[in-house]
């Protein structure tokens, strides 16, 4: 049978261990938030540079340009707005743009309206299609990727509140194990 003594050293030892993960564990999760918090900020700071870049404005408020269904609803919360956000990006390419480009090629795609462009190269018409629907796509594109990378951006800043939170709970934890050590 274990003396008191030896049950009370056992005990020390596995508080210290536990607290020494404790330092480590919380260390580790203020790297992985720093870092979570830097890919947001640097991810969503280029794509708002970029965007600005651009000086692409949504249409004011009022505009004509608002007045279909299929984008009036989407785009008039940020009428007259430059677009600087990948929220605003997703939103301008899906509900103007791609109304738009649908619009000019009669519901067919770049690919479409190429192919036959390149069965019709004297179709003035069909060659104006093509090079519009090729700047369109590539100017929605691009508008999405930004979207894409703003939402890395945001799912970056939630890890980053998540282990800043999980480092305050280790935190204390860990204050706790040293507080019950010294009472060993």
């Known amino acids: 049978m ?12 596995v508080d210290q261990i536990l607290t020494g993960f404790g330092i480590i564990a919380t260390v580790t999760l203020l790297a992985i938030g720093g870092l979570a918090w830097w890919a947001y900020s640097f991810t969503t700071t280029q794509v708002h540079d970029e965007l600005a870049a651009q000086q692409i404005f949504f249409p004011p408020k009022g505009s ?16 007259g707005q430059q677009l600087v956000t990948g929220e605003q990006a997703h939103v301008y390419a899906n509900h ?6 649908s619009e000019i090629g009669g ?11 390149m069965a019709n190269p004297n179709d003035a018409k069909l060659q104006g299609q093509v090079a519009t629907l090729f700047r369109g ?6 508008l999405l990727n930004a979207y894409a990378f703003w939402t890395v951006g ?5 890890a980053a509140f998540v282990a800043f939170a999980a480092a305050a709970v280790m935190a204390v934890l860990t ?6 050590m010294a009472r060993l």
């Not at 795609?109 to 036959?116: F, G, N």
């Not at 945001?154 to 939630?158: C, G, P, S, T």
């Not at 204050?175 to 019950?180: E, T």
Request: net charge positive.
């Open 137 to 142: 796509e590539t100017l929605r594109g691009l």
């Open 175 to 180: 204050m706790l194990g040293f507080w019950h």
């Open 64 to 79: 004509p340009a608002l007045a279909s269904d299929q984008i009036g609803p989407y785009l008039n919360p940020y009428a």
């Open 2 to 13: 274990a003396s008191a003594k030896s049950v009370r050293i056992g005990r020390k030892m």
């Open 107 to 117: 519901g067919q795609t770049y690919a479409q309206v190429s192919t036959k462009a």
């Open 154 to 158: 945001m799912i970056a800043q939630i």
């Open 96 to 101: 103007f743009i791609a109304v738009h480009l």
